[in-house]
């Protein structure tokens, strides 16, 4: 077997076959494969696509590259979410600890933000003192003490989905249904999980820009983990407008609390509700009540516990932005629009977010917003809080917002989108 030939099957629209699957994704993990010939197959696939059953073999060689973990001998059933990604995406924070706090055992493994989306894992790490990085014997610990646990995923697990997702992060090759499937469930497969959500994001802010793209990612999603043993769900969800009111690291973990103390933005409170119901009735626990588990602390008290087990103080006082500066509405009327996109990018430009995988972030960065979509607003008023520690930033930030807002006269008929789009 060789490499040229594998990316000519592909190249010439035809199908790969097993052996050639599992021959270029063992030979690339092993490094006689080269990142420009990986390159060039990663963009025959975006360009011509690949069957279920070549997305399936792709998915079990990337499994197959290293090692899965196993929770079977918790004492409780476990259940999982994977977001695709999005601006304000803070869920998983105030996700996990709910849903341990009703009964299943969560084994979060998360990843860091690159590019105009955030990552669960520079969020916490504006919590002083707090671990991403956990060896496997820490990480059963935490969930057996805590109920749930976020981590890092270990060096150990789809290490060819770790150079292959890298790669594709510099070459164009992201945006590809087979290969985000596959990315995604592998390591989801080789997590070991029970059950798994997903939170198929469509709008500007997100992968997928429209209902059928995230369709089809989810129910590729979706067969991959059935097919696997794990009982596997999608929800489609709005990204067109950020999550909640805040983007950014220390900003989301703040809101995340205000959640968990029974509060917080009422669209970050549906959702999380929605998918702790989605995660409960896959893990078999149908009758326990998100809701009530918010309302009496129980999973406020899950929070404390797991990130105190990480090393993080629930106590500590988050990190601020040295400077702040307000963006206000250009005129009166009903917000209609606040752009997601233009959003993230501004928060990455001020520092929350990082443009190369080794850069670091500002934990006190990001954008705060002071309206929605549907809102009355005033010309003039405060719309936008941007937070940094580099106020050279503002001006960048502010060109990312150009035309990321509008706002229709009185009477305007204005429409919402519905946050759950599907299932
Ligand atoms: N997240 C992943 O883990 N992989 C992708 O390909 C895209 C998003």
């Known amino acids: 077997?060789?490499?040229?030939?594998?990316?000519?099957?592909?190249?010439?629209?035809?199908?790969?076959?097993?052996?050639?699957?599992?021959?270029?994704?063992?030979?690339?993990?092993?490094?006689?494969?080269?990142?420009?010939?990986?390159?060039?197959?990663?963009?025959?696939?975006?360009?011509?696509?690949?069957?279920?059953?070549?997305?399936?073999?792709?998915?079990?060689?990337?499994?197959?590259?290293?090692?899965?973990?196993?929770?079977?001998?918790?004492?409780?059933?476990?259940?999982?979410?994977?977001?695709?990604?999005?601006?304000?995406?803070?869920?998983?924070?105030?996700?996990?600890?709910?849903?341990?706090?009703?009964?299943?055992?969560?084994?979060?493994?998360?990843?860091?933000?690159l590019g105009h989306t955030g990552g669960t894992?520079?969020?916490?790490?504006?919590?002083?003192?707090?671990?991403?990085?956990?060896?496997?014997?820490?990480?059963?610990?935490?969930?057996?003490?805590?109920?749930?646990?976020?981590?890092?995923a270990g060096d150990g697990l789809a290490p060819a989905d770790k150079k292959l997702y890298a790669l594709r992060d510099v070459t164009g090759t992201v945006e590809s249904i087979p290969l985000i499937a596959s990315s995604i469930m592998?390591?989801?497969?080789?997590?070991?999980?029970?059950?798994?959500?997903?939170?198929?994001?469509?709008?500007?802010?997100?992968?997928?820009?429209?209902?059928?793209?995230?369709?089809?990612?989810?129910?590729?999603?979706?067969?991959?983990?059935?097919?696997?043993?794990?009982?596997?769900?999608?929800?489609l969800t709005d990204m067109s407008t950020p999550l909640g009111l805040t983007a950014g690291n220390a900003l989301e973990v703040r809101e995340s609390v205000e959640v968990l103390a029974g509060g917080g933005p009422s669209d970050v409170v549906e959702l999380t509700l929605a998918l702790a119901r989605e995660m409960l009735d896959a893990a078999g626990l149908e009758h326990a009540d998100p809701a009530k588990a918010l309302a009496d602390g129980s999973a406020m008290d899950v929070w404390r516990r797991m990130i105190t087990a990480q090393g993080g103080d629930p106590d500590a006082t988050l990190p601020t932005a040295r400077e702040t500066e307000t963006v206000t509405a250009p005129a009166s009327g009903v917000l209609t629009r606040l752009d997601a996109y233009?959003?993230?990018?501004?928060?990455?430009?001020?520092?929350?977010?990082?443009?190369?995988?080794?850069?670091?972030?500002?934990?006190?960065?990001?954008?705060?917003?002071?309206?929605k979509p549907g809102d009355t607003v005033t010309a003039g008023q405060p719309l936008l809080t941007l937070h940094t520690d580099t106020p050279e930033k503002f001006a960048y930030a502010r060109q990312a917002l150009e035309g990321a807002v509008d706002v229709a006269g009185e009477g305007t008929g204005f429409e919402p989108v519905p946050l759950i789009l599907g299932r």
């Open 1 to 113: 077997m060789d490499a040229v030939s594998v990316i000519r099957t592909k190249r010439d629209r035809g199908r790969l076959d097993d052996a050639q699957i599992d021959w270029v994704l063992a030979a690339y993990t092993r490094g006689e494969v080269a990142d420009e010939q990986m390159s060039a197959l990663a963009m025959a696939i975006l360009l011509n696509g690949m069957d279920r059953a070549e997305i399936a073999r792709w998915t079990a060689a990337m499994i197959a590259s290293g090692e899965r973990m196993d929770f079977s001998a918790l004492p409780r059933p476990t259940a999982d979410k994977h977001s695709t990604g999005g601006v304000g995406d803070k869920i998983t924070l105030p996700l996990a600890p709910l849903v341990a706090a009703c009964g299943a055992a969560v084994p979060q493994l998360s990843g860091r933000g």
């Open 121 to 152: 894992l520079d969020k916490l790490e504006s919590i002083p003192g707090w671990r991403a990085l956990l060896s496997n014997d820490e990480m059963l610990g935490v969930l057996r003490d805590a109920g749930a646990v976020i981590c890092a």
């Open 186 to 235: 592998s390591k989801k497969i080789a997590e070991g999980t029970g059950s798994l959500v997903l939170d198929v994001k469509v709008g500007s802010g997100a992968f997928m820009k429209n209902l059928a793209d995230a369709r089809e990612l989810a129910s590729t999603m979706v067969g991959l983990g059935t097919d696997h043993g794990v009982r596997t769900v999608a929800l």
């Open 342 to 371: 233009a959003v993230g990018v501004a928060a990455w430009r001020l520092g929350a977010g990082r443009a190369r995988k080794e850069d670091p972030v500002q934990a006190g960065a990001g954008v705060e917003l002071h309206a």
